[in-house]
C-alpha cells in the first residue's frame, strides 16, 4: 500500500511538472555578464538575461540593483518593462553601473503589480578586473589581449566602457550585425582604440582597392573604410611575405617603419578615439602601441564648483536691514502717540516683508544648473551630446528628472558614496525617467550621453587665401556666437540660422582671451572642460534650449549652458 502511495505521488508531481499552471511562472534562464564573465568597478557592465515564459501573457518588470554594505540604500537601481507573450523566451540586453565588487548584483522579475516572480543574483568578489579589458577578435596570440568571439560583441557602444582597445585580425565585417557595426563605430568616436592588422588578414576584410566611402555603418564596406587610416588599401606579396600598402587619408600619419623604409604602422584619429592599422598581421613592434592616458576627471566636483559659480538669489541683507529700522522708527514714533496706530504700522511692515520673501526667485526648492555639450566631427554619421546636471536643494524630497539618454551616470565626487538612484525605462535607448531622493541643503549630480545622427559640419579650403569656410546647420536651434579656431586663432562667424548654410571668409580674427571674456564663469568653467580636446580645425557655439526641469517654474530655478564643438574637414569649395 505504501508503494502504491509512493507511485501515485510521483505520477501526480510528474503530472504537475509539465502542466500549463506549473510552466506559467516565468523565470531566469539564463544570465551572461561582463566580459567572459568578468567586470571593471564603477563603469557601466553588458547585461544579458533570457527570461523564459512557459504559458500565459505576463507584463512584467525587470529590476536589477546593488547595494553597498555601508548602508540599507540602494545605489543603483535599473528598471525596464518588459512584455513576455505566452510560451516564448525572450532575452534583454542592457549595461548595469558596478559599484563595488563586495555586494552582489540582484535581479528580480516583478509582475506589473509589483508581486515578485522570480529573482536571482550575480557574485561579483571573484570576477573583477583591475585594468581594462584588451580583446582580440580572429588573431593569434597577442601579449596582453583576451581572444573573443565576435558574435558576443555587444549591440551598444555603452557596452564598451571597460574596454581599452580592441584587436581586429581577420574577421570579414560583413559577419558583423548593423547593430554590432554602429556600436564599436561609436565606442571609437567617444574615446575608444581600435587595432586592425593587416598583412594575409586583410585579404578576409579587403583584397583590392577600395575607394574612401563616407562613414556609414550601414554597409560592411563603407563601415570598414570609413574607420581606416588609408583611403585606400593594396595588398603588396613579397617573397611569400603579404604587407598591406595604400594612399593614407588626410588627418592619418605613419607612426613605424620596417627596415626598408615601408610604413608599418598608421594612425588616425575619428572622434575622440583612435585607429591604427598593422601593415602585416604579426608585427614584432607592439611598443609602437603606446598606452593611452585613461584620465578620468571628478566629473562631480566640477559640475558642482560649476553650479557654485551661479548666483543663487537670497534676500539682500541692506534691504532686510532698512526694513528693520523703518519698524523700530515707526514703533518708536507712533507707539508715544497712539497704540492703534502702532499696530497699523507693524501688520503693514510685516505684509510687506511677507510679500518680498515670498517671490519665486527666493521660495524656489531647487537651484539647477544643465550643461549639454555636443561633440561633432564633419563627415561622420553621428554627433555625441553630453549633458550635466548639478542640483540643489533647499529642502529635502523626492524627485524626477526625465532625460534621453543611451546611458546615465550617477555622480559623486571621488572617494565618496554616491547617493541612491532608480532609472525606469521602456527599453535601453528611449526616454529614462530618474528617481532621486535629495537631502536638504545638497546637490545631486548626474551625467547623461548619447548619440544623435550628426546635423551641423563645416568645410575650410585652406588653398584659397584667405582661407573660406562653408557651415551646414541642419538643426532646428540657430548656433549664436559662432567662431571658428584656426591656428591659433578665433575668427568671428556671428549667429548661424536653423536649417540653413552659410559660406563665409575667414578675416575677423580674435584672440582665445578675448573670444572667452564675453563668456560668463559656467560657460568659461565648460569651455576650459573641453577646450584641450578640440580638433585643430573647430567650429565653437552657444545654442539655446529648453532645459529639462524637475517640476515647474514656480519649484525650481534652471540655468542651462549648451556649447557646440564640431571638428571641421577640408575640402575645396
Do not use: C
Not at 528580480?108 to 515578485?116: D, F, I, K, T, V
Not at 581600435?194 to 556609414?216: C, F, K, N
Not at 571621488?414 to 532609472?423: E, H, K, M
Not at 585652406?462 to 579656431?485: C, D, F, G, T
Request: hydrophobic share 40%.
Amino acid at each position: 500500500m505504501r508503494e502504491l502511495l509512493s507511485i501515485l505521488l510521483t505520477l501526480l508531481t510528474l503530472l504537475w511538472g509539465f502542466s500549463p499552471v506549473a510552466q506559467a511562472q516565468p523565470r531566469f534562464e539564463s544570465v551572461e555578464f561582463g566580459f567572459h564573465g568578468r567586470y571593471l568597478p564603477d563603469t557601466l557592465t553588458p547585461l544579458s538575461v533570457s527570461i523564459g515564459n512557459g504559458s500565459t501573457a505576463v507584463n512584467a518588470i525587470l529590476e536589477v540593483t546593488q547595494e553597498l554594505k555601508t548602508g540599507s540604500d540602494v545605489v543603483e537601481r535599473v528598471r525596464i518593462a518588459v512584455a513576455l507573450p505566452p510560451r516564448t523566451r525572450k532575452t534583454l540586453s542592457l549595461d548595469f553601473h558596478v559599484r563595488g565588487v563586495s555586494a552582489p548584483v540582484r535581479l528580480r522579475l516583478l509582475h506589473e503589480n509589483g508581486r515578485e516572480l522570480t529573482r536571482t543574483e550575480i557574485e561579483l568578489r571573484e570576477r573583477w578586473s583591475e585594468r581594462p579589458f584588451t580583446l582580440a577578435l580572429e588573431t593569434q596570440e597577442i601579449p596582453n589581449a583576451e581572444i573573443y568571439e565576435f558574435a558576443k560583441l555587444p549591440k551598444r557602444w555603452t557596452s564598451y566602457e571597460s574596454l581599452r582597445r580592441l584587436y581586429w585580425g581577420r574577421l570579414d565585417p560583413a559577419r558583423l550585425s548593423e547593430e554590432q557595426r554602429t556600436a564599436l563605430y561609436q565606442w571609437i568616436l567617444r574615446g575608444g582604440e581600435l587595432v586592425i592588422l593587416g598583412g594575409r588578414y586583410a585579404l578576409e576584410h579587403t583584397g583590392r582597392v577600395l575607394p574612401l566611402h563616407r562613414a556609414s555603418p550601414e554597409t560592411p564596406q563603407g563601415w570598414w573604410m570609413a574607420l581606416s587610416p588609408l583611403s585606400h588599401y593594396q595588398i603588396i606579396e613579397d617573397a611569400g611575405i603579404v604587407q598591406l600598402g595604400g594612399e593614407p587619408r588626410p588627418g592619418a600619419r605613419v607612426i613605424a617603419r620596417d627596415s626598408q623604409g615601408r610604413p608599418l604602422w598608421w594612425e588616425r584619429s575619428l572622434g575622440l578615439g583612435q585607429v591604427r592599422l598593422s601593415a602585416i598581421e604579426t608585427p614584432n613592434q607592439w611598443e609602437r602601441l603606446t598606452e593611452r592616458a585613461r584620465t578620468r576627471s571628478d566629473e562631480a566636483l566640477f559640475v558642482e564648483r560649476t553650479l557654485g559659480r551661479e548666483t543663487i538669489p537670497v534676500p539682500a541683507r541692506l534691504w532686510l536691514i532698512l526694513m528693520m529700522a523703518f519698524f523700530a522708527l515707526g514703533v518708536a514714533v507712533l507707539g508715544a502717540w497712539r497704540l492703534r496706530l502702532t499696530v497699523v504700522w507693524t501688520l503693514s511692515i510685516t505684509l510687506l516683508l511677507w510679500a518680498y520673501l515670498r517671490q519665486p526667485d527666493f521660495s524656489r526648492q531647487y537651484y539647477s544648473l544643465e550643461m549639454n555639450l555636443l561633440w561633432g566631427w564633419s563627415g561622420e554619421s553621428f554627433a555625441l551630446e553630453q549633458s550635466w546636471y548639478a542640483i540643489f536643494a533647499r529642502r529635502a524630497g523626492e524627485q524626477q528628472l526625465t532625460v534621453r539618454s543611451d546611458s546615465v551616470q550617477n555622480l559623486a565626487r571621488s572617494g565618496q558614496v554616491p547617493q541612491a538612484l532608480s532609472v525606469t525605462a521602456g527599453s535601453p535607448q528611449l526616454e529614462k525617467q530618474l528617481r532621486f531622493y535629495s537631502e536638504p541643503i545638497s546637490v545631486r549630480s548626474f551625467k547623461v550621453e548619447r548619440f544623435s545622427p550628426t546635423e551641423i559640419e563645416f568645410f575650410v579650403d585652406s588653398s584659397l587665401h584667405p582661407p573660406r569656410v562653408l557651415i551646414y546647420n541642419r538643426s532646428s536651434v540657430k548656433l549664436e556666437q559662432a567662431a571658428v579656431r584656426w591656428r591659433g586663432s578665433f575668427y568671428i562667424l556671428g549667429e548661424i540660422a536653423a536649417k540653413s548654410e552659410k559660406e563665409s571668409v575667414l578675416q575677423a580674427t580674435v584672440t582665445e582671451a578675448e573670444w572667452t571674456r564675453n563668456l560668463d564663469e559656467p560657460a568659461r568653467a565648460l569651455w576650459q572642460e573641453v577646450r584641450t580636446s578640440l580638433a585643430p580645425v573647430a567650429l565653437v557655439a552657444w545654442r539655446t534650449m529648453n532645459p529639462s526641469l524637475l517640476g515647474d517654474r514656480e519649484t525650481e530655478l534652471r540655468r542651462a549652458r549648451n556649447f557646440v564643438a564640431i571638428a571641421g574637414a577640408e575640402r575645396d569649395l
